[in-house]
């Protein structure tokens, strides 16, 4: 009798597990914010620094994240950028190779730009501001992306699939991030400044 008791009391033990994690898993996938997919053809990472007086664009051909984003549930909400800076583009190869080298990024010791927030807040109507931290080559620091988010809406070409708009305008100082060594470590030819435009097209499955 006490091995059937015994028996009995484990298999509802099983089963009580077994459902109380079940219930657990739900609950992590209701307490996440909308995931979104980045529409790469109308998005884009770009950024401007002084060249003496002069400012030089650029931007970032190649990234990757993962967004989640509801503003009625910023707690669940989270942003994971991912830019291999192999993929810099300032419209001059020469210069370009230059920020590759170990002058500059060293893209062959450090591949990766990456922001991971810690928190998104609300800042005031439709703005927000994610707050996190920010890796260039071997030097992670606090940073705060500021962003606007444009709108939402269904896509007028694509059934079920809803489209939002977010941009982001920011700003860092090279020298923070060591990006700029020896000779090019001074701001007087390349500026320390960089401001930098975030504009994303997101879709998600409604």
Do not use: C
């Not at 009625?72 to 419209?91: K, Q």
Request: hydrophobic share 40%; net charge negative; aromatic share 10%.
């Amino acid at each position: 009798m006490n091995m059937i008791k015994i028996f009995v009391i484990t298999l509802f033990l099983i089963s009580f597990s077994s459902v109380s994690s079940a219930f657990s898993s739900e609950n992590q996938h209701e307490d996440t914010a909308t995931a979104w997919i980045i529409d790469r053809s109308h998005s884009a990472i770009n950024f401007t620094i002084n060249h003496f007086f002069t400012p030089v664009n650029g931007n970032f051909d190649d990234y990757a994240a993962e967004v989640f984003f509801d503003p009625d549930n910023l707690p669940g909400s989270s942003i994971d950028v991912t830019i291999p800076v192999e993929s810099i583009n300032t419209r001059n190869q020469r210069r370009d190779n230059h920020l590759r080298s170990e002058d500059f990024f060293h893209v062959a010791r450090w591949a990766n730009i990456r922001f991971v927030s810690n928190t998104i807040e609300q800042t005031g109507n439709n703005q927000f501001i994610a707050k996190g931290e920010l890796t260039i080559r071997d030097i992670t620091r606090e940073f705060e992306l500021p962003f606007e988010l444009l709108g939402v809406m269904d896509h007028p070409m694509r059934e079920n699939v809803t489209v939002a708009g977010i941009v982001s305008n920011a700003q860092l100082l090279r020298t923070d991030f060591g990006v700029g060594v020896g000779d090019w470590a001074a701001t007087a030819v390349v500026g320390d400044r960089v401001n930098i435009q975030i504009n994303l097209e997101l879709t998600t499955n409604r």
